[in-house]
């Protein structure tokens, strides 16, 4: 069953709305300019880098990169937050959820300041605490009150639409959704799966999902939208141990969020474009964004 709510995923995020296209959408430039983030290291930007870092390949081709640049637009990014209770007999992450995500805030803070931010939780429904346009102080203050004790089903789905809505208004190119769950039920169902995948494409953000997952903990049914939105989008996938491990993994994010690059390519404009594949000399991995123009 989940590999064929996969594909029919897959097959959605193939039609992306006209601010997130795909390179298949794109009639022969003899130019491309893509927006790509670095992947970095917990609080270690990827910074310095130029067009000889960036090696660019059009299906079996090899590009010519005719420039690269550290991004300086405006970026946004939509914070999501489970707030379920945890299963009987285990005690809520408090503490550890929101020191991780003030050490997120502070990482975006230094490392890309202007960002703007918002805070979601989706503990039974997607509860926007402090949205893009609240002074820093109260978003301070709504991270220091995250309080995962929510006796009810989690609604990641949910908050996955309705933060895509509001980035829809932010500047392009970059915004960008973090989420973290702690393994909760999801309450979404497969419509909203579907939703959530369109919502999140049409939006033109990168996604970057981190589930906390204890040994002997199965998969949820929102992975399937979770592993595919986050590689289509451009952002990442990755998983905690415990809560313990998540302030590594979110200043991780905010290191990557801030080493965002626009990169152009030259191409022959009489061949159809093909799919793209870019990696850096510095050996970080890279990932592209729906940004291309």
Known sequence: ???????ALAAVLLSLAPEARSFSDIQHPNRLTVLVTVLANPGAPVAGLTAADFVVREGSATREVIDASLSDEPLSVAMLVDTVKPPMGSQAPVRDIRTS???FVVAIRAHAPGTALSLTEFGGAPVTVADFDVPAEKLDFAVAR???????????????????TRLRA??????????????SVEGGDEAMMTRAAKAVS??????WAISVRGPGQSARRRDSVLDAV???????RVFAAEAAGLETLLTQVAASLASQYVVTFAR??????APVTMDCRCGNRVRLSPMIR
Request: glycine fraction near 4%; charge should be positive; avoid cysteine.
């Open 170 to 183: 932010r500047p392009m190119p970059r915004r960008a959704i973090v989420s973290v769950d702690l393994h």
């Open 202 to 207: 049409a939006s033109g953000a990168t996604y």
């Open 268 to 273: 022959p404009s009489s061949q159809p474009v």
């Open 230 to 236: 986050t590689k289509s989008s451009g952002g990442l």
């Open 101 to 103: 995500f003030a050490a």
């Open 1 to 7: 069953m989940r590999a064929l709510i996969a594909a």
């Open 146 to 164: 995250i309080y995962p004790n929510l006796p009810s089903d989690a609604k990641l789905l949910e908050a996955l639409d309705d933060a895509s």
